[in-house]
């Protein structure tokens, strides 16, 4: 058990990152135009504060782990389909600039975090929908599916967003008529499989194996999605994207109400 000493310092040090999130958060809604330090910083904030947030449900050598296997397999993952002719699990993808300085000539280093606050707060957004269900036998799976579901929407919402606003990466033409913003329902399905890995891989370092009640429902993962998705939606509007707005809009509200329902119960 962490003495009182430490864990005011670990809430004072949660409660710092949320606020350096916050302020990279509002001037990032309040400069459209703002610059790439800026978005880096805002993705890896995000990451950590992610991070941050189970660290105060479980050990940090559960939660630690967790988030490198994450990084590592989406970030393979990004890096694999970037290549040319290869172009799998997501579709042929060309980083820009804006995402970042790239790992070993090919990774922009701002997908790996992207993937640790995409996966953490589906997961965490997840837990809060399925609360009523936690005593389910198969409530382990249910969470792992819902998870991978969230990021799929998370990447739905995204699309738009760091394609035509912010320039982080460029879709090539496929034969594939179908797409959303450029982006190939090969995407979608590549993020949903990709997701479904990690949260396999995850999922048993991440299982609270104290006994006891049952923990406070944690609304900080549902903020951080909700705060996303604004996020998406002011940059889209601002360059009149108005159905990546809607689908926002949308996605926001279903998320929020039934999340909202499940911490109540």
Known sequence: MPSPASSRSLRIVFWI???????????????PKASVALDQVTIVLAAVAAVAALKRQLPLQNVLPAALVAACIGGVAHA?????????????VVF??????RIFNVLPWTVPFLWVAAIFNAR???????????????????????????????????????????HFWLWQPTR????????????????????????????PSLIRKQPGNAAAPDLHPLILW???LLLFAVGCAGARLWWP??????????????????ARW
């Open 17 to 31: 990152l949320n606020v350096l999130l916050g302020a990279a958060f509002v001037a990032e809604l309040f400069a």
């Open 80 to 92: 694999v389909s970037s290549r040319p002719n290869f172009s799998l699990p997501f579709g042929p």
């Open 245 to 262: 707005v809607a689908v926002d809009a949308a996605l926001a509200a279903v998320t929020a109400f039934f999340a909202v329902r499940g």
């Open 96 to 101: 820009g600039d804006a995402a970042g300085e």
């Open 124 to 166: 965490g957004t997840a837990r809060l929908m399925l609360r009523p269900w936690r005593k389910v036998k198969a409530y382990g799976f249910w969470l792992i599916g819902f998870t991978a579901l969230l990021a799929v929407a998370f990447d739905v919402a995204l699309e738009p967003f760091a394609w035509h606003v912010k």
């Open 226 to 228: 909700l705060g996303a």
């Open 176 to 203: 594939l008529a179908v797409t959303w913003e450029g982006a190939t329902l090969l995407n979608f399905v590549g993020w949903a499989c990709v997701a479904l890995l990690i949260m396999m891989v995850i999922t």
